[in-house]
């Protein structure tokens, strides 16, 4: 018996994966709301480094920045929106396997899911093949967002800090000041403020981005 759907199959190998194991690519796909003994969160630690490393060998190769500079860029080229926006242009969301609730909650089309299972996925091409076959796969997937703006302007929250250093204000403070949603497909409200000027929240599916958000607006209110 198949582990995997011939569509699946057929949607893996149209994209480049190499296919051997079923059984692994069954694994990188299946969401923890379906209770199985196997789900991607092994497969997408590991393709978590995978990724980061590639994309760190990449940048060193194209770029003469300084390790400031480089760290931003691979920063935002790994993040799990970028991660869940390569998973979209794949069109992921349809193969994914998970329990009928998670679905019904939209947990299929979040970034953190989607960028979870992107990682999944070059997991397991690494443990079907290695890391050169998979080194060029992630090339080709994140071409796009490579030679595009991603990471290239300065992080919203080093450009809050550096503002409030340079009009002499006290460093932001963030605040966790609300969640909201399932575990699967949390909400994180942050609130960032600097003393004596006022304070922005925003929400984001991580307390991380979160943050971004809310040092960005707080940017564009105060700035």
């Known amino acids: 018996m198949s582990a995997l759907e011939p569509e699946t199959r057929e949607w893996l190998e149209r994209h480049g994966f190499t296919v051997r194991n079923e059984a692994v690519w069954r694994e990188a796909l299946t969401h923890g709301s379906l209770g199985e003994d196997k789900d991607y969160d092994r497969l997408e630690f590991l393709g978590d480094r995978v990724l980061g490393l590639t994309i760190a060998d990449w940048l060193y190769e ?15 080229l790994v993040s799990k929106q970028t991660c869940a926006g390569r998973a979209r242009m794949l069109g992921t969301s349809n193969h994914v396997r998970m329990g009928k609730q998670a679905r019904e ?12 299972i992107m990682e999944s996925l070059l997991g397991a ?8 076959p998979t080194r060029d796969l992630i090339r080709r ?3 796009e967002v490579f030679d595009g703006s991603t ?22 403070e963030y605040e966790v000041t609300g969640t909201s949603g399932p575990d699967h497909n949390r909400r994180f409200t942050v609130q960032v403020s600097v003393h004596n000027v006022g304070a922005v929240e925003a929400t984001a599916s991580g307390k991380r981005e979160a943050e971004t ?11």
């Open 62 to 76: 194209h770029s003469q920045s300084a390790e400031g500079k480089l760290a931003q860029r691979l920063n935002a």
């Open 105 to 116: 909650d939209g947990a299929q089309d979040s970034d953190n899911v989607l960028g979870d």
């Open 125 to 132: 091409n690494f443990l079907e093949t290695g890391f050169d």
């Open 141 to 143: 997937f994140w071409q």
């Open 151 to 172: 990471g290239r302007r300065k992080h919203p929250k080093s450009a809050l800090q550096e503002w409030a250093a340079g009009n002499q204000r006290r460093a932001p």
């Open 213 to 223: 958000e809310a040092a960005r607006l707080f940017m564009e209110k105060y700035g």
